[in-house]
């Protein structure tokens, strides 16, 4: 059974661990958009305030095979798979 990867925009501070060592080309990183902004909580805001608007995204969630490299790669803890 395929879990899907969630990822924690209150705690992505976008430094690409995650990209850089999945296998599988899962994800990518982007700014963030106003309205993804205005939905992060208070410290979300700050950190992006402090690392910048950059956030990784799961754009191919159907190339995972759960290796579970992203997760360890993560040091904010914010993959998780769900």
Request: positive net charge.
């Given at each position: 059974m395929n879990k899907?990867?969630?990822i924690?925009?209150?705690?992505c501070d976008g430094d690409g661990g995650c990209l850089?060592?999945?296998p599988n080309q899962?994800?990518?990183l982007r700014?963030?958009?106003?309205?993804?902004?205005d939905?992060?909580?208070f410290l979300?805001?700050?950190?992006t305030m402090i690392k910048g608007r950059v956030k990784s995204f799961a754009v191919n969630s159907e190339n995972?095979?759960?290796c579970g490299l992203c997760i360890q790669q993560c040091h904010e803890r914010a993959i998780q798979f769900v």
């Open positions: 899907t990867i969630n924690n925009m209150n705690k850089n060592y999945c899962v994800f990518e700014k963030i958009t106003a309205n993804e902004y939905s992060l909580k979300g805001k700050f950190k995972c095979v759960e």
